[in-house]
């Protein structure tokens, strides 16, 4: 398929409809060329590093620390001479991958392992080895950045907050949606479809039809509210005494600490709000604004408005929901046990997400299917 971001002549446009050209590209729309050569990048960066401790480098992101400074990854804690070895041959062995990846190289056994590996670097590195650290720096933004600009509130720095095994965790997150984004483009254009909508030759599936698009997402939306619940109620229930899923003594201490339970009822009714907006995904006013947004009321909807934010907070949930299944605690199943949902809730977002994309993508601009 024909691919402008590759240097290729643009592909024919669909009668009437003008041909994308080079200046009226913006750069996010040429992902499936600057994904794969980052990706190489990423882990030749990576590979070198693990390289550097294996041989007794400083700095190795995964051992054992002050509990202040620690992560709940799943690598952590580990030892530097198991697990720097393996990062250096896998960097360089997605250096190698990636520049087939890149060229568009390979077929038959070839292009499958080629599709083998990066899926299951782009789903282990984004989903298994972070913890919960992207969605706690999503869902407090907005105070880290009065804290950045203000130093407000308490005396705390920002390296009590972004801490080199926090930081080392989003470096391996991104790199995890460089594999997928990479290996995406790859099996699109080696299996002859548009690498930018993913439509081929062939008559695409029924599930993808608008229609159905429509009733299977909203069976996710309800997974996805259903999920929230669990959070929720404990975070309430604490909030108004009642020491539910964890003992009298805990609720006590978060009594005691100023501010705690508020915070927890506070991210309760976030919660709460974000499965209210998840219903956008398969309602008319996902489509046209509503009335209560008086500013944009009646227009159309750009489908990355809903996109984008939902694809951010799906992607983020199921790690944090894994890592909660890790530590899982029976005798305190309040604390980590309603978060175990998220990983369900993460998904469950992301499939209803990508149903909202089918209905509302309309005809390819590059390919002019659709």
Known sequence: MADTALGEEPAPAAPGKPADTGPRRRWWRRWPDWSGRLVVLWSLAYGLAGLYWALGGDGYPFARTIED????????????????????????????????????????????????????????????????????????????????????????????????????????????????????????????????????????????????????????????VLSTLPYDITRIAWYFGWPLGITRAFLKDMQDTPHMLDMGLALGVVSTLGSLLMHGLVGHWGEVWPRWVWFKRGRPVHPATAVVPASIVAVVLVPAGLMAARDYDAGMWGTLGPAVFWAVWGAALGVATYGYHLRRRGRCRYCGRG
Not at 122 to 129: D, K, M, N, S, Y
Not at 151 to 156: A, H, L, N
């Open 69 to 224: 400074r620690s992560s709940s990854s799943i690598l952590e804690p580990s030892s530097a001479s198991v697990v720097a070895p393996v990062m250096a041959a896998f960097g360089a062995a997605g250096v190698l991958a990636g520049m087939l990846m890149v060229r568009g190289r390979c077929a038959g056994r070839a292009r499958t392992a080629l599709l083998a590996f990066g899926w299951t670097a782009g789903v282990a590195l984004t989903f298994l080895v972070p913890d919960y650290s992207l969605l706690g720096l999503l869902v407090f933004s907005p105070a880290l950045l009065v804290f950045v600009f203000t130093g407000v509130p308490g005396p705390q720095e920002l390296g009590d907050i972004l801490y080199w095994h926090r930081i080392n965790l989003i470096i391996v997150f991104f790199g995890g949606l460089l594999w997928l984004a990479t290996t995406v483009a790859y099996q699109r254009r080696t299996g002859g479809s548009c690498v930018h909508c993913g439509r081929g030759e062939r008559a695409a599936a029924g599930w993808t039809d608008p229609a159905a698009a429509l009733r299977w997402g909203r069976w996710a939306v309800r997974v996805a």
